[in-house]
């Protein structure tokens, strides 16, 4: 099948599109994706065959329309609720009472959109994270007013925002709850600034650079601010300050490591420990050795 042949109610060009429009975090933020994996007999669509149901509920391809369809949307449901893939199996004439005949088999899998990390400052400590995080399969941002800085090879391959750091709201509107945010300026200035507009917004996760006493001093700024105005604090127990893992390093390399640690236990529900087992293992041989 050529690129341009259609697949239902979509071509694959425009399913792909589709796709990565998603990925990308451009459009809706989540959807199922359905492909006819196996086929036999007189099935109503061929292998490759695919179709998406987003969350709101809308579709985009088919599978081949009647029955099956209808067991397919309701396969992608679950999966959209559980975040797990699912296989959907069935004889057409058998199991769905479908005239047409055959056999088809379906994988039915999650897409969610890449989960962003806003890079606040395009200093050194971000040129080493940007390519980090874009290994371990973030969508990589770095916001920085100096331009200059911004043509670093580093970020080649991440997009480049020309705002200083409490622009940051006017520069991405669609921050999000799935987003990951991390100020590392170069003063701290910036870094109160950043702060005080960034915990007003939805996020995933807001980290800050700094020593214990830089951190002790933003954070106080930022409450003096909201208390001068009268406002209602905000809660600053969900900032990680100092951002990263207790690794010890102090590098830019080492601290822009401990960063990514960090996301990547924050992403999967690690806790950052060693997951060293050898003390365990010598004393479990030891004690068989000595079972009689």
């Known amino acids: 099948m050529s690129k341009s042949s259609a697949v239902g109610s979509a071509t694959p060009a425009q399913l792909a599109a589709a796709v990565l429009e998603l990925l990308e975090g451009r459009g809706q933020s989540e959807a199922a994706l359905a492909t006819v994996i196996r086929r036999s007999g007189s099935a109503p669509q061929v292998v490759g065959a695919r179709m998406l149901l987003y969350a709101d509920g809308s579709t985009l391809g088919t599978v081949g329309g009647g029955a ?9 449901r679950q999966v959209l609720r559980t975040g797990k893939p699912r296989t959907v199996e ?18 039915v899998e999650y897409l969610q ?49 020309a705002f200083d750091a409490d622009e940051i709201h006017e ?26 507009k960034l915990i007003e917004l939805p996020h995933a996760y807001l980290g800050m650079i700094g020593s214990r006493r830089k951190v002790h001093t933003v954070l106080a700024r930022v409450l003096r601010r909201y208390d001068e105005r009268g406002l209602a604090r905000p809660d600053l ?5 100092p951002v990263g893992l207790a690794l010890g390093g102090r590098t830019p390399p080492e601290i822009a490591v401990s960063i990514a640690a960090e996301l990547i ?25 000595t079972t009689p």
């Open 68 to 76: 099956i369809e209808h067991q397919v949307l309701e396969t992608c």
């Open 113 to 161: 959109a890449e989960a962003r990390l806003i890079i606040v400052g395009g200093g050194h400590v971000a040129q080493a994270l940007a390519p980090l995080a874009r290994g371990i399969g973030l969508r990589v941002i770095v916001a920085d007013d100096r331009e200059e800085l911004l043509d670093d090879p580093a970020f080649e391959q991440v997009e480049r925002l």
């Open 171 to 196: 520069a991405i509107p669609d921050l999000n709850e799935r987003d990951y945010l991390v100020i590392v300026t170069r003063d701290h200035a910036r870094d109160e600034r950043a702060l005080a």
């Open 237 to 241: 127990s969900r900032v990680h300050a």
């Open 265 to 289: 236990a924050l992403r999967h529900g690690g806790d950052g420990s060693s997951m060293n087992m050898v003390d365990a293992a010598i004393a479990r041989v030891d004690g068989a050795e």
């Open 90 to 107: 069935a004889h057409l004439v058998r199991d769905l009472g479908m005239c047409c005949g055959g056999a088809m088999e379906l994988f």
